[in-house]
């Protein structure tokens, strides 16, 4: 229920820095303020004990690279945990990727969502990201379950997995890693940043010293003052920039929907104004409507919708991949419903970013207990 409300399109209006509020706003952020110090100085003991061995980690009989973020909403760790689970298969690796599974139907410790041949159920039951994954990692098992020490033991037994690949996986401390991979939304402003439930935050920024590579996402350039921001707490890490390249528009059958009109454009994501942007760029958006992160739909939502597009003057409607797969199942409109489909670019340097974590892989004694920076 917790996570509910510190949901980003609960309280946005809270973490915009600079937002002017009314007086029972501004009244309601002085104790959020001093419960994010009290927040932050709990996930600071809390690391450096897992640090100095004071609460228990395990280390698995394999490589281990955990992809996650420093804020609550979408940063595009999954995307990167895909790339980096595809690359590492390309090669040869025997790699499994680990997902958390939030919502998913299944109460079952380990749920495999995936063989490697595609998704073992329903986006309902697997959850949308675990099912958006499982689609999109061909010969890459995809486990989910909130223990991934459990989940990361069941991958190695019954796949033989060499490696594992955690998807937001930064703060699952319990579980040791040779690479951890932390991925910043470049679109915000990180000296506004505060943490929970004061801001965004789920850790201080002086985390960033557990990181061998940071990667600014959803940027439409290569931004020297983001490197010097995340020099001050990992002068080590190397600072890669990416963002997503559309690919094409797609029916939900798979096949291509390109030229077919103007859109209504919908997204049940954590930040989907990115989303809005990057399909405007390709078709004429009469009308957008978001939902909050990982919204199950209904038929008759649906209906709304279409009724909303036909009233805008849209031809059809155009929503995410993962939205998609939620779709499963329910009466369609007659409207059609298409996905825009993505790609990650690195301007340049995908085979550098990957370069620099596999080293960090391949090193002897990497892990989560190394020194921590002051």
Not at 84 to 93: K, N, T
Not at 165 to 180: C, I, N, P, T
């Amino acid at each position: 229920m917790m996570a509910r409300w510190l949901s980003p399109d609960r309280l946005d209006w809270m973490w915009k820095p600079g937002q002017e509020l009314s007086l029972p706003g501004a009244l309601l952020r002085l104790p959020l303020s001093l419960l994010a110090g009290a927040y932050g100085g709990l996930m600071q003991a809390r690391a450096a004990a897992y640090q100095k061995g004071w609460l228990p980690s395990r280390r698995l009989p394999a490589k281990v690279a955990a992809v996650g973020n420093l804020t609550v909403g979408g940063s595009g760790k999954t995307p990167l945990a895909r790339w980096l689970a595809a690359r590492l298969s390309a090669e040869g690796r025997r790699v499994a990727l680990i997902s958390r599974g939030y919502r998913r139907a299944s109460a079952a410790p380990v749920t495999v969502a995936s063989r490697g041949d595609g998704p073992l159920g329903s986006a309902r039951e697997l959850g949308d990201e675990p099912y958006w994954l499982a689609q999109n990692l061909a010969g890459v098992p995809v486990l989910c379950g909130p223990d991934r020490v459990r989940v990361g033991e069941q991958a190695i037994a019954q796949f033989r997995a060499t490696h594992l690949v955690l998807d937001d996986g930064f703060q699952h401390l319990r579980l040791e890693r040779d690479a951890d991979v932390v991925v910043v939304d470049g679109r915000r402003s990180p000296a506004g940043e505060a943490l929970l439930p004061r801001g965004r935050l789920r850790e201080p920024w002086s985390a960033l010293h557990r990181a061998a590579v940071v990667v600014v996402n959803k940027v439409s350039r290569p931004d020297p003052a983001w490197t010097e921001w995340l020099s001050r707490w990992n002068p080590e890490a190397p600072v890669f920039f990416s963002r997503y390249q559309p690919v094409g528009i797609f029916s939900l059958a798979g096949e291509p929907a390109e030229d077919q009109g103007p859109a209504l454009a919908f997204a049940g994501l954590a930040e989907p104004d990115y989303f809005f942007e990057l399909l405007a760029a390709k078709v004429q958006v009469k009308d957008r409507v978001a939902f909050p992160d990982h919204h199950s739909y209904s038929a008759a939502e649906l209906k709304e919708l279409a009724a909303r597009a036909r009233a805008a003057g849209a031809e059809r409607m155009i929503t995410t991949e993962k939205d998609a797969g939620r779709l499963a199942g329910l009466g369609l409109p007659a409207l059609p419903i298409h996905s825009l489909r993505v790609a990650l670019d690195f301007f340049g340097r995908e085979d550098d970013c990957y370069a620099a974590i596999r080293s960090r892989l391949e090193e002897k004694g990497a892990g989560l207990k190394a020194p921590s920076r002051a």
